[in-house]
DNA sequence: CGGTTAATTAACTGATAAGTGAATTAAGCA
DNA sequence: TGCTTAATTCACTTATCAGTTAATTAACCG
């Protein structure tokens, strides 16, 4: 689990455009054009992003004549999603608070 | 689930400093000194680090006397870990079809 | 009150990121 | 061969980010 392949997953995956591109992705193979179709933005733009993303690993691209698709690759989520998962247990500690506040407030409301 | 939330949370974790800081803070709340000593980095870049989590909502601070100690809130990763598991059955198609080829592979072996 | 410690703000530098338009590569087709 | 389409590279602008030092705020302590 590499401290560089964090940075990048991470990094790719805080911008909303690259996000949108990797849930587009999901669906099936997508050409730079269709890809770039519902953004306003050029087509160099996306090209940027694809290279931050083949970067990070998250996708790899083929060629089919003069079109080069792009496909979903989601094993760097795997590494990003067990460092998150770390903390789980912080998250569900504070629900379990909130439960507590939640059980013990209702019961001050049934006594009065 | 708003797209700036998640920008933030997951620009927050692209940088390893912030990573090892909530990594010490799920041991428990520590001062910005303290939090600085692991870190060939001056105070006030750590102060800009925790003002980054902190924007992200992923910790809060308190005051004690000049002290203004952080604690972890792990409440924003739910939801970068609830949008990464949504591609969750993609890396796991990659497994089994590694294990197909692992198994394949095997078979290979045994027949030489 | 004056001094010390913790932390922040301010002002600045250098590097990187996101976007643009223009030119270029690469493939398919008449 | 020349034209069209897909995608990229190039050169550039603008904005943001990570870090610095120096100055400032805030609280405690003798």
Same mark, same amino acid.
Request: proline share 4%; charged share 30%; net charge positive.
């Given at each position: 689990?590499?401290?560089?392949?964090?940075?990048?997953?991470? +990094?790719? &995956?805080?911008?909303?455009? =690259?996000? %949108?591109?990797?849930?587009?992705?999901? $669906?099936?193979?997508?050409?730079? /054009?269709?890809?770039?179709?519902?953004?306003?933005?050029?087509?160099?733009?996306?090209?940027?992003?694809?290279?931050?993303?083949?970067? +990070?690993? &998250?996708?790899?691209?083929? =060629?089919? %004549?003069?079109?080069?698709?792009?496909? $979903?690759?989601?094993?760097?989520? /795997?590494?990003?999603?067990?460092?998150?998962?770390?903390?789980?247990?912080?998250?569900?500690?504070?629900?379990?608070?909130?439960?507590?506040?939640?059980?013990?407030?209702?019961?001050?409301?049934?006594?009065?």
């Amino acid at each position: 689990m590499s401290t560089e392949q964090l940075d990048r997953t991470f +990094a790719a &995956l805080a911008d909303p455009t =690259r996000r %949108a591109i990797l849930s587009r992705l999901a $669906l099936g193979e997508s050409s730079v /054009k269709d890809l770039a179709r519902p953004f306003a933005m050029t087509a160099p733009a996306v090209t940027k992003h694809l290279k931050v993303l083949e970067h +990070a690993g &998250l996708i790899q691209r083929s =060629r089919t %004549a003069q079109w080069r698709p792009c496909s $979903l690759n989601a094993e760097p989520l /795997k590494e990003a999603s067990a460092w998150i998962e770390e903390y789980r247990k912080f998250w569900e500690q504070s629900f379990d608070r909130l439960d507590a506040y939640l059980t013990e407030i209702q019961n001050k409301e049934k006594q009065l």
